[in-house]
């Protein structure tokens, strides 16, 4: 697996020093999609880079498969593979074919494997009908996905995910994430930085949390929202409201310790909003009724990882605007 220990970059600016990761360990395991999160300016690029051998660390160790970049790099990025969202990766008055080709030649592949190759990773990433089409006529989508086929190229065993979705339409986003789901499940380890939470909690079994180049805290999804309390929301439509249902909602809030929201609709009825770590929807709904009220919907929101990430924040004091 890729492993690092005590990982730390500084960069100088003048006489100042920018500290942008600071000690982080983490472990990349094959047949696994990990996650590495926080806010703009955590570190999760920097991090990136330094697995990818674009930087090297100022301390600490990086290991992959036991070698180590600073001393054999050229043996690790036979290993390695790096695809960034947003960041022109593949030559655009070349053809897809013609890309790949290149980069075949670059990671030494054999001649005699290569067109063999470049055929099935132009028919994973769906682009065998666009093979023999210059990129610059591609839509952002084809050329991320031929990012996706050059990043495969050499066969990596671990792949480096720095938002690969990043602008794409949801259909292509959809797409890709088939694909990298699919690498894991085919042995290939897999590291992503995303913006989109909903993708991270869809194919990372586990996840890093990181902020100002420090760990916060790691654990699959469910754990990380588990434990940081985060709260489930339940929203409660009433459709005749009365001054003995707000009465009777805020008097279950206070026995709570809760503070509940509400809202007239358009329409007249009001929408109470209650948020509580425990299961309230039963209790909350039958004191609305037992006031007289009559339900017009109900939605219970489970707290996301998006609200893990804002609270791992807010607790270690970081920014979080």
């Not at 300016?41 to 160790?61: D, E, F, M, N, V």
């Not at 939470?197 to 699959?220: K, M, N, P, Q």
């Not at 409660?236 to 909602?249: C, G, I, Q, Y």
């Amino acid at each position: 697996m890729i492993r690092t220990a005590g990982l730390r970059k500084e960069f100088r600016a003048g006489r100042a020093t920018k500290v942008a990761v600071d000690g982080l360990t983490l472990e990349i395991p094959p047949g696994r999609v990990t996650g590495l999160l926080g806010l703009n300016g955590a570190g999760k690029t920097t991090t990136i880079k330094i697995l990818a051998t674009l930087l090297r660390q100022t301390g600490g160790t990086v290991r992959v498969d036991g070698l180590d970049p600073l001393k054999d790099p050229n043996a690790v990025r036979r290993r390695i593979n790096l695809i960034a969202g947003g960041e022109r990766m593949v030559y655009a008055r070349m053809t897809g074919r013609e890309n790949l080709w290149y980069f075949g030649q670059l990671y030494d592949v054999p001649r005699t494997a290569l067109d063999a190759r470049i055929a099935e990773l132009l028919a994973l990433v769906g682009l065998t009908g666009a093979a023999d089409t210059m990129v610059e006529r591609y839509s952002r989508g084809m050329a991320q996905r031929l990012s996706i086929a050059r990043g495969l190229i050499n066969d990596p065993a671990y792949l480096l995910l720095d938002e690969p979705t990043l602008g794409l339409d949801a259909p292509i986003a959809r797409d890709l994430r088939r694909v990298v789901a699919r690498l894991a499940a085919e042995g290939k380890g897999v590291l992503l930085t995303s913006h989109y939470l909903a993708e991270v909690e869809e194919l990372c079994e586990h996840v890093y949390v990181i902020g100002d180049g420090r760990h916060l805290t790691s654990g699959s999804p469910a754990e990380l929202t588990a434990q940081t309390g985060c709260h489930r929301t339940v929203r409660v439509t009433v459709s005749d409201p009365s001054p003995e249902v707000e009465s009777a909602v805020r008097s279950f809030a206070d026995r709570l310790g809760a503070v509940a929201g509400l809202e007239r609709a358009e329409d007249g009825a009001l929408v109470v909003s209650l948020s509580h770590p425990g299961d309230i929807a039963g209790p909350l709904t039958m004191a609305i009724v037992g006031a007289g009220g009559t339900l017009g919907g109900l939605e219970v929101a489970d707290p996301s990882l998006e609200d893990a990430i804002l609270a791992l924040n807010d607790a270690a004091g970081l920014v979080t605007a």
